[in-house]
């Protein structure tokens, strides 16, 4: 079992749509999760940051962490064309370096106008 | 824009070669992260170097080499080059090695080897 599943996609909504990302991992020791936006031809750029469980907002993304269930979650309201994009979670233990992260193989999303 | 600058763009090349990526951090990053990224693999940490120094292993092979420069622009050296060595590799930087500073990425290196 890999470290950190997420769900191969791709994944095409309509414009408006409420999005939901998942990934889920088997590394108890985790404790800072991110999520990553990759647009075509680009590199990675950190759009949500979360230490341990809960609930975090930022405008229209809600980065959401279970660690009882292993489980996190990205949820985009209002989705826009210009959501679409490849979205990596990553994750990383206690330790708090970035050279522990470990990153999922990451879900297109396409949002249809 | 990141900030992160990746040369070349796009590299082609024959299988046995050996080619050099470079990376120019982020004005103020010390540290310089170099990712493998495939379809199959997805984003893969290689390795990390901190002020000149390395700081960090992954899952380097010992084919593939790296190095910090006094002015902190990095370089990855690949050499002996297979097919499956073809993959976007991405250079990142950040002020530390922290969460506290988090990774900002340039646009990558797309190699190709035929």
């Known amino acids: 079992q890999k470290e950190v599943e997420q769900d191969p996609g791709p994944l095409s909504v309509p414009e408006g749509a409420i999005v939901s990302l998942n990934c889920t991992y088997s590394?108890?020791?985790?404790?800072?999760f991110m999520w990553y936006r990759q647009y075509s031809r680009k590199g990675p750029e950190l759009l949500m940051y979360?230490?341990?469980?809960g609930n975090k907002e930022d405008g229209r993304f809600t980065a959401q962490v279970d660690k009882s269930s292993k489980y996190i979650s990205l949820f985009i309201r209002d989705s826009q064309p210009s959501d679409s994009a490849t979205y990596l979670c990553?994750?990383?233990?206690?330790?708090?370096?970035?050279?522990?992260?470990?990153f999922g193989k990451g879900i297109t999303l396409s949002v249809r106008p | 824009d990141s900030g992160v600058t990746q040369t070349p763009k796009h590299l082609i090349t024959a299988t046995g070669q050996r080619v050099t990526l470079r990376c120019s951090p982020r004005?103020?990053?010390?540290?310089v992260y170099w990712y493998q990224q495939s379809l199959d693999q997805g984003l893969q940490f290689l390795i990390q170097?901190?002020?000149?120094?390395?700081?960090a292993k992954g899952n380097i092979l010992e084919r593939f080499s790296a190095q910090q420069f006094p002015d902190l622009h990095s370089e990855l050296n690949l050499s002996s080059l297979e097919l499956g060595d073809s993959a976007l590799y991405f250079c990142?930087?950040?002020?530390?090695?922290?969460?506290?500073?988090?990774?900002?990425f340039g646009n990558g290196t797309r190699l190709t080897v035929t």
């Open positions: 990142a930087s950040s002020v530390d090695g922290t969460h506290s500073s988090p990774l900002h």
């Open positions: 590394n108890s020791a985790f404790q800072y």
């Open positions: 979360t230490y341990s469980s």
């Open positions: 990553a994750m990383s233990p206690y330790t708090g370096a970035n050279s522990k992260l470990t």
């Open positions: 004005s103020g990053d010390l540290s």
């Open positions: 170097y901190y002020n000149g120094e390395e700081r």
